[in-house]
């Protein structure tokens, strides 16, 4: 028997977020007083309390900054999944944004810190979910400043 999954709901604070992942494309909210880019999406910057926030686009890669491997489901809607991994992702392009979500590394028991992934959007219903997939080799990285 299977449930239905739990799934994002979202608010006035990630509806952009999600209407961006329907369109094929990860984003992150960037005050535009401080330059700064914030997690989860709010309606004022954490650091300098400025008001509203600019979606910027994302090159829609990362690297895997912790990890967990999941061989028993807390949830009876995700047993037919198991074992899956749940890592917490550094962003690129978005210095500080690190998100949560699931690495398609196959097996997952592949899976280590530092791995590269790039973002692939799943439709699940009602929002379309950000998933990452281990990428090799890493892709190049900015030149150094001289
Ligand atoms: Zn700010």
Redesign the pocket.
Known sequence: MTTARPLPVPDADSAPFWTACREGHLVAQK?P??A?FRWPPMEF?P????HGGDWTALPGTGVVQSFVIVYRAFDPAFADSIPYSVAHIALDGADGVTIIGNVLADPPNTLVVGQHVAVEFSDVGSVVMPRFRPIFPAPPTEALPE
């Open positions: 005050c007083a401080c700064r910057c650091w300098c309390h400025h």
